[in-house]
T-cell receptor
Framework: NAGVMQNPRHLVRRRGQEARLRCSPM?????VYWYRQLPEEGLKFMVY????????ESGMPKERFSAEFPKEGPSILRIQQVVRGDSAAYFC??????????FGSGTQLSVL | KNQVEQSPQSLIILEGKNCTLQ??????????LRWYKQDTGRGPVSLTI?????NTKSNGRYTATLDADTKQSSLHITASQLSDSASYIC????????????FGTGTRLTVIP
């Protein structure tokens, strides 16, 4: 049973480009969470999704950021028109019903 | 304001020694407290989860304590190994659901031979 898979591990974008981060949850997990970690800061919740539904997006900026978890395929976190302040590590976690979280290895986004 | 404060920020110990990491929180309401280990360049891995009624929980050489009255927790590592070098993150949940987690900034532990 593979763990939570995130790709790419590292992503470099120029200002104004789009960034797409992918997360495949563990088999059997229907809950996906995205977190952002800035240097020297704790992880911050962004969005919580179940299949085809956004349950809680209260931690996600209203503009430029979107997330989806389609019926088939990985969850996608999309950042449009990236700015330098978007540079961070983005972690995805999945869970079964019991709240225990399993994290992926993260995507390090660098905006030039 | 819901906050999770950890101390020390960083710690260096000799292999084989014990150490204790501290976590103070102001999160309310309280659902559970978790300790995670995060290796460099990796995602956090769960060590323990404690609810309000639990005041100690062990996972191998890791023992977590919780005092819900004083809103303090500690993580004790016994007989440290080089592989224990990592960041240890305290996470407090304000209510059920992993979208209600407050993360500390972690204690960076380095174990040297």
């Amino acid at each position: 049973n593979a763990g939570v898979m995130q790709n790419p591990r590292h992503l470099v974008r120029r200002r104004g480009q789009e960034a797409r981060l992918r997360c495949s949850p563990m088999k059997g997990h229907s809950h996906v969470y995205w977190y952002r970690q800035l240097p020297e800061e704790g992880l911050k919740f962004m969005v919580y999704l179940q299949k085809e539904n956004i349950i809680d997006e209260s931690g996600m900026p209203k503009e430029r950021f979107s997330a989806e978890f389609p019926k088939e395929g990985p969850s996608i976190l999309r950042i449009q028109q990236v700015v330098r302040g978007d540079s961070a590590a983005y972690f995805c976690a999945s869970s079964p019903e019991d709240e225990k979280l399993f994290f992926g290895s993260g995507t390090q986004l660098s905006v030039l | 304001k819901n906050q999770v404060e950890q101390s020390p920020q960083s710690l260096i110990i000799l292999e084989g020694k014990n150490c204790t990491l501290q976590c103070n929180y102001t999160v309310s309401p309280f659902s559970n407290l978790r300790w995670y280990k995060q290796d460099t360049g990796r995602g956090p891995v769960s060590l323990t989860i404690m609810t309000f009624s639990e005041n100690t929980k062990s996972n191998g050489r890791y023992t977590a304590t919780l005092d819900a009255d004083t809103k303090q927790s500690s993580l004790h590592i016994t007989a440290s190994q080089l592989s224990d070098s990592a960041s240890y993150i305290c996470v407090v949940s304000s209510q059920t659901g992993a979208n209600n987690l407050f993360f500390g900034t972690g204690t960076r532990l380095t174990v040297i031979p």
